[in-house]
């Protein structure tokens, strides 16, 4: 294996327009709606911005926020880390935006540091950064 395994990540949530201010506010970007691939289930799903030139060859894993019958958000599952620049900026963001600090920026020795989250969902998130 070259690279990295991880080519995308879904993130379920309950109140679409509400978790999508939420990761809107906290990592500073617009998520875009991706049409339903299959009709026949109704989903809501809004992409995590992605490198569209050079799509699963570029740095970082596609991902997105759905909304699905039978697929419900909460901790205690796979974690998904969000890279930045302070980390500790992301985790103040993700209390003031409506979610709350789980964990506070913690120095993880030689790899930098990283903050717990959970977003208006209940989802645990993670933030890294190397400073």
Known sequence: ????????????????????????????TK??????????????????PMDKEHGMSSYGAGGMLVKMEGFTPGGGGT???FGC??????????????????QEKTAIGEHGFCALAKDTEGNLIGFHSMA
């Open 1 to 28: 294996m070259k690279s990295n395994p991880v080519v995308h990540f879904e993130i379920y949530v309950q109140d679409m327009a509400r978790a999508k201010a939420f990761y809107e506010a906290v990592l500073e």
């Open 31 to 48: 998520l875009e709606q991706m049409p339903n691939p299959t009709p026949e289930v109704e989903m809501d799903m809004w992409f995590f």
């Open 79 to 81: 974690l998904v880390y």
């Open 85 to 102: 620049d302070d980390c500790g900026v992301q985790a103040a963001r993700a209390a003031a935006s409506g979610g709350s600090v789980s």
